[in-house]
């Protein structure tokens, strides 16, 4: 099929599996050339730090506030509802709810290879 139709209320919501309260909702298995996915982010959790080694990515805030930690030495930024983050490869980012109301990001990253990434400490 050419094609595939995701519903909101269609969407299956699945645990990310490492304790952080965080669910994916999965678009990646329905595309060939690139990735995306939807995530939710409950008040207070945070995704890992790293970089990844070839893959850019778009972030696109579709509910709530992204608090993002970009760079070395980290820089916080907070980019609000319909705001949009681009991160090219190579640079460290970390990814938090910083805000009391659920966060939910549509994330989009081109190659679809995951050509792995390299992990840091976290930023408090």
Known sequence: MGYTIFRQN???????GDGS?????RLSDSMTRSRANIWRYPSGTRGKRHADHVQEEVFVVLDGTLTADLGEPPERHEVPRGGVLVVQPGTILQLRNAGDEELVLFIYGAPPEQAGADFFDDVP
């Not at 269609?10 to 990310?16: L, V």
């Not at 309260?21 to 909702?25: F, M, N």
Request: glycine share 16%; hydrophobic share 25%.
């Open 10 to 16: 269609e969407i299956e919501w699945e645990p990310r």
């Open 21 to 25: 309260g965080r669910t994916i909702g």
